[in-house]
Nanobody, 118 residues
Framework: QEQLVESGGGLVQPGGSLRLSCKAS???????????MAWYRQAPGKQRELVAE???????NYADSVKGRFTISRDNSKKTVYLQMLNPKPEDTAVYYC?????????WGKGTLVTVSS
């Protein structure tokens, strides 16, 4: 069973910056590179939603609400995916979950809380 370990959450002021990391601790390199990696979030009382994803070939997709502010990237050599959050807003407050998927296989991290507040 794969283990995705998120880190980097915490309290950030509106207009600040924060970087989340997610490491796939048990995948080997040749397996990691075949997975689409993504960040989802779930705010209190709301459904989990896709924030951003990065495909195995490097293509990216973003939720409209974060376009131009958040950037997803991956370092395959470290089996790690990142979410750089710039100019966060209070409405970005949520638990952020790391996700990895490919046909027939999907894994989730336990989540890391991001609170945007002054």
């Amino acid at each position: 069973q794969e283990q995705l370990v998120e880190s980097g959450g915490g309290l950030v002021q509106p207009g600040g910056s924060l970087r989340l990391s997610c490491k796939a601790s048990r995948m080997i390199f040749s397996t990691f590179i075949t997975y689409t990696m993504a960040w989802y979030r779930q705010a209190p009382g709301k459904q989990r939603e896709l924030v951003a994803e990065i495909l195995s070939g490097g293509g990216t997709n973003y939720a409209d609400s974060v376009k131009g502010r958040f950037t997803i990237s991956r370092d395959n050599s470290k089996k790690t995916v990142y979410l750089q959050m710039l100019n966060p807003k209070p409405e970005d407050t949520a638990v952020y979950y790391c996700n990895s998927r490919r046909t027939g296989s999907e894994y989730w991290g336990k989540g890391t809380l991001v609170t945007v507040s002054s």
